[in-house]
């Protein structure tokens, strides 16, 4: 083990539940059909997504896409 840096109990590892993840912002495509954009297929009804699930490129994409409506919840 390196130092400095201490294992924890596994029981107590299992016991922690998994942060959950913020959803920050709500995109919305502007076609009826849909719009696929960073890899997601994107719907009209819209989804709230955490804007930590993309690259800095991903969301340059989507922000500046006319096509998609990115509202920050």
Do not use: C, Y
Not at 33 to 61: L, S, V, Y
């Amino acid at each position: 083990m390196k130092a400095g840096v201490t294992q924890q109990d596994p029981e107590a590892q299992a016991a922690t539940p998994p942060r959950a993840q913020a959803r920050t912002h709500r995109v919305s495509a502007v076609p009826g059909n849909g719009f696929w954009r960073a890899g997601r297929h994107w719907t009209r009804a819209g989804t709230e997504i955490d804007i930590g699930d993309f690259t800095e490129d991903e969301w340059a994409a989507l922000t500046s896409e006319p096509m998609l409506v990115v509202v920050a919840l």
